[in-house]
């Protein structure tokens, strides 16, 4: 089992759309929880960050933890065409704060 | 405020040939990391530091790579010989450490031909 899993996708949602994009990871004891976005050729860029069970809101984005299931989630409201790009989740694992494992990201992509 | 930097954006060599990435971190963070990006693995880190100390190499593939990081304001990932197999974008981060966030630079994209 992968530490951090993700739907490759790639997953197409219309403008103004919400786009659910999901984690899960194996280390129950994780703490930190990211969300970057990338857009082809370029740099991971850290969108949100969650530590607590529950919703944590920035703008258009909330990013969704349930430590119990072991499962991360960012959606997205109001999509725009420039949301579109891969969607890294990032997970740190208790033993270990600065150790980051990626998953292999989702391709969003948003229709106009 | 300047981001993480790295130095070259791209590199183009020839199999056999040493390659020196280079990384500034964003001043004032303790933490820094190589990580190296591929369609078949993802991003994969290879090496971080923590106050200028190696702290987890347990990423690095093999004996050819190597990073150093001298002072906090500069580290290098090195490859040594290099093959084709090593062509990948290389792309350095920095974070104040603990669970905090790590920000990226632009990367390196790497060929080795």
């Known amino acids: 089992q992968k530490e951090v899993e993700q739907n490759s996708g790639p997953l197409s949602v219309p403008e103004g759309a919400i786009a659910s994009l999901n984690c899960t990871y194996s280390d129950r004891g994780s703490q930190s929880f990211f969300w970057y976005r990338q857009y082809s050729g370029k740099s991971p860029e850290l969108i949100m960050f969650?530590?607590?069970?529950g919703d944590k809101e920035d703008g258009r984005f909330t990013a969704q933890l349930n430590k119990a299931s072991q499962y991360v989630s960012l959606l997205i409201r109001d999509s725009q065409p420039s949301d579109s790009a891969t969607y890294l989740c990032a997970v740190m694992p208790l033993r270990n704060n600065n150790d980051m494992r990626f998953g292999a990201g989702t391709r969003l992509t948003v229709k106009p | 405020d300047a981001g993480v930097i790295q130095s070259p954006r791209h590199e183009v060599t020839e199999m056999g040939q040493e390659v020196t990435l280079r990384c500034k971190p964003i001043?004032?963070?303790?933490?820094l990391f190589w990580y190296r990006q591929t369609m078949m693995r993802g991003l994969e880190l290879l090496i971080y530091f923590n106050n200028n100390v190696p702290i987890d190499d347990s990423g690095m593939p093999e004996d050819r790579f190597s990073a150093k990081m001298p002072n906090a304001s500069f580290s290098t990932l090195k490859i040594q010989p290099s093959e084709p197999r090593d062509s990948a974008v290389y792309f350095c981060a920095s974070s104040t450490g603990g669970p905090q966030p790590q920000h990226f630079g632009d990367g390196t994209r790497l060929s080795i031909l």
């Open positions: 969650i530590y607590s069970n």
């Open positions: 001043s004032g963070h303790n933490s």
